[in-house]
């Protein structure tokens, strides 16, 4: 207490909230780590001028972006705008974390009710979590060539990417719905037996509605790996999508633009996690 | 330990016509360091409409007994029979109200209590099932919070929901797992006289688990004291006699009221104290 009262007239204390109010703060110190990564960046911009390879300073990706965001929208085959770019790799995640939620929500059930399900499965899991989704991509285009031969184009071209997704999906969502089965707790399902529930009221009444939480956080991370995941795989298929951009604007020198989409991806990231957070919400408000 | 009282424990198990007969129960579970005896040689009969209290310290093996009983659990020797017939599963004639309320979260009080009346009722009309539940929740005064989620009420409003849950299946038995201990000492007292009231009025059989003297000797006709475990059993049985309808403050003045406290607390602090 007397130390602190030595110090304080001492220091003379920078209070932000008494300058711009509680939400400037909110606003301020955001914007000054903003400036923090731009000087770090102009640096390091700094540092590589004139060598072989350069790194663009921010003001130069910002100007060298400026025409390329004039095209946002544009759908020129082979000159897609960003906005194309991007939206086809969310649908690549949309339809590959579909199927695997399809896929990891009744299989994690299996395995939280069925101790022999759990017996046969989980060493499958525990060996095929660790696996890079990555190292899969070989086998998924091994797999769709050989059976999409008569596939059309659009389909046999996706699939390889799709395939890595449905694989990095499954592993969280499985996992976490398996642990949401089996943390259901003792006085639920002593509820279930002394009342005498029918197995479908057990599912739709006690099973579903305590596990859910877990298939969300579930989902949720399987979600966020995927959006991980896509930009890697797009960069070794090519093609169309934003991590094939990335490699492309890079292996033709505009490296602005390869920092432009990593901003892209940045922010689609939040705003997917946002998404999800977002739908848990509106599902578990009404429960509470 | 079985020498204890003998002619009590006799004269009960004698009964033939026993609405409940707990007989020669034995719990044991195997462990890794050889068979471990929770309960043994444990006789018990109730007849139809009693109020039976089982008091013992924590540990003794009173919640498995309960749980026999009520149907989730096995015994390894003897058997547990409700009007002679052997119990195996949980069944709607037996009820059972948990310590901890174990209502789901997610259903709103109303479809708590409905839930197991659309199981057990499942052949009656919709309308029929409706009027039951409410009826119910009525029963406990619960027809305003209806509509109210359990994290939304109060610890003595969720044990309502929980013995109006277990009542409006219309069970014969109603077993309850120290259904009051974790509500303070007013809701305590108004539950006690609610359930009071609610026996009364259904005739139905009560077998109830509780920590606390004073609440059995208000409450049960005979109260069952168990000893320690392991190998728990019952020691000793006290006849209740005070009449009915109770009044807690007439009872208060009754000399045996003493008496009988003094014995209950004297076997389980004297005789039977806890080691820990």
């Known amino acids: ?288 | 330990m079985q020498a204890l009282n003998p002619e009590l424990l006799q004269s009960n198990s004698t009964q033939t016509d026993a609405f409940l007969a707990i007989d020669n129960v034995s719990k044991v579970y195997p462990t890794p360091k050889g068979d471990y005896t929770v309960l043994e040689n444990v006789n018990l009969t109730i007849s139809e409409g009693e109020f039976v209290c089982l008091i013992g310290h924590s540990g003794c093996g009173k919640s498995t007994l309960l749980n026999m009983v009520s149907g989730l659990n096995k015994p390894t020797m003897g058997e547990v029979r409700l009007k002679n017939q052997r119990i195996t599963k949980p069944g709607p004639d037996r009820m059972v109200v948990f310590q901890n309320y174990s209502l789901l979260p997610w259903l709103t009080v109303y479809e708590n209590v409905y839930l197991g009346v659309d199981e057990v009722f499942a052949h009656k009309t919709p309308q029929d099932k409706k009027e039951i539940t409410e009826e119910h929740l009525e029963l406990v005064g619960l027809t305003e919070a209806a509509q109210k989620k359990p994290p939304q009420i109060s610890g003595g409003m969720k044990q309502r929901v929980a013995i109006a849950r277990a009542l409006a299946t219309r069970p014969e038995a109603l077993i309850l797992d120290e259904p009051f201990g974790a509500l303070d000492p007013i809701t305590r007292e108004e539950l006690q006289e609610e359930l009071l009231k609610i026996w009364q009025a259904h005739k139905i059989t009560v077998f109830m688990i509780t920590h606390d003297i004073d609440e059995a000797l208000f409450l049960s006709d005979r109260l069952v004291m168990m000893t320690n475990g392991p190998s728990a059993t019952i020691g000793e049985v006290l006849d209740i006699p005070f009449p009915r309808p109770r009044d807690r403050r007439v009872i208060a003045e009754d000399p045996r009221y003493y008496e009988l406290r003094n014995e209950a607390l004297d076997f389980l602090f004297r005789r039977f104290a806890h080691e820990e």
């Open chain 1, 1 to 288: 207490m007397s130390l602190a009262s030595q110090q304080s007239p001492a220091k003379p204390k920078i209070d932000i909230q008494k300058i711009v109010g509680r939400n400037g703060e909110n606003i301020i110190l955001p914007a000054l780590g903003l400036f923090a990564l731009i000087i770090v960046w102009s640096i390091i911009a700094k540092m590589t001028e004139g060598g072989i390879s350069q790194l663009p300073s921010p003001i130069q990706t910002f100007q060298d972006s400026v025409p390329y965001l004039q095209n946002f929208f544009s759908t020129t085959q082979g000159d897609e705008g960003i906005f194309f770019l991007t939206l086809y790799s969310l649908l690549r995640v949309a339809v590959g974390f579909a199927i695997a939620v399809i896929i990891a929500v009744p299989l994690g059930f299996l395995i939280g009710t069925s101790e022999k399900a759990q017996k046969m499965l989980m060493p499958l899991v525990q060996i095929g979590k660790p696996i890079s989704p990555l190292a899969w991509l070989p086998v998924g285009i091994v797999v769709s060539t050989a059976l999409l031969t008569d596939a059309p184009r659009m389909v046999a071209q996706n699939t390889p990417a799709i395939f890595v997704i449905v694989v990095t999906s499954l592993w969280p969502t499985l996992i976490n719905t398996a642990l949401g089965v089996k943390s259901i707790p003792q006085d639920y399902w002593n509820v279930s037996k002394v009342l005498n529930l029918s197995r479908s009221k057990v599912v739709t009444k006690i099973m579903i509605p305590s596990t859910l939480p877990y298939v969300f956080a579930g989902m949720r991370l399987s979600l966020g790996i995927a959006w991980l995941v896509i930009v890697a795989a797009e960069m070794l298929t090519g093609g169309t999508g934003i991590g094939f951009f990335v490699w492309d604007t890079y292996n033709t020198g505009e490296i602005s633009l390869v920092i432009l989409s990593l901003f892209v991806i940045g922010i689609v990231g939040l705003l997917l996690d946002q998404f999800v957070a977002v739908i848990e919400h509106l599902a578990f408000g009404k429960n509470n």
